[in-house]
């Protein structure tokens, strides 16, 4: 995996385990590259001979832009975090949505359909899970950004202009509640989050912090005192999406469970 940072990252111990249960034998490293060194690093990697690789925090922009061939969620995500060596260049996909409906709906047992939804940020992050959920079934889709451009980017990008609506932060505490919010920026690694508003939440909320972590700290919270049914952190998705690369590579499915209860007792 190429990120910036990757010393915590936890994916060399997802696929370690993914490797190890399915008998394949492979090696999955963590290169640390700023923006400047990504395409230097990833050419090195290739002339090494890596065959795949994962791309993270601040690359998946620049990676989908260096990628031959885009799959179809990668290019409508517009953010490729899944590298697949073929014989003409690299073929980039994207597990991110794929992974987090997997985690909501399977692991969590909720029911996206109808499902009001609000994101919050216009990222990568959160243009890797929009174009799932709605494939997933979710209702109208209001996405809120301090920038408020990219919000209106991200909706223009996705089409479905009767489903999808960018708002400003300042309208929070007019748009009512929502059954599905999702917390797709790094607000909480920089500055904390505007206020939002408790009646956001409803009692049947579901409430997504893609982070895990410390970092989903604030918002789960925010979301517990506002009275949301499931709060769920990114920890889950983030084994789905190193699930669903892993069967790109090396075409075989990984039992996701008991990687996921392992590293959660050992970061709870
Ligand atoms: P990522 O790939 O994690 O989405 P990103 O592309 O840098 O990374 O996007 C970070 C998101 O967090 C953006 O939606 C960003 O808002 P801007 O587009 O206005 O930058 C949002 N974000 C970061 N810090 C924030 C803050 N203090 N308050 C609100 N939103 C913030």
Redesign the pocket.
Known sequence: MIGHPVAHSLSPRIHAAFGKQTGIALQYTAIDAEPAQFDARLAEFAAEGGIGANVT??H?ARAAALCTVLTERARRAGAVNTLIRTATGWEGDNTDGVGLVRDLTERHGLDLRERRTLLL??????RGVAPALLDAGIGDLFII???PE?ADALADSLGQPGRIHPRYFSDVSSIGTFDLIVN????TR?????QLPVALAGPRTAAVDLSYGEVAIPFLAWARAAGAHDCVDGLGMLVEQAAESFLSWHHVRPETDGVYAEIRAHND
């Open positions: 925090l601040p998946k940020g216009a990222g990568g992050a959160a950004n301090r920038t990219r797709a920026t790094s607000a920089v500055a904390g989050l505007p």
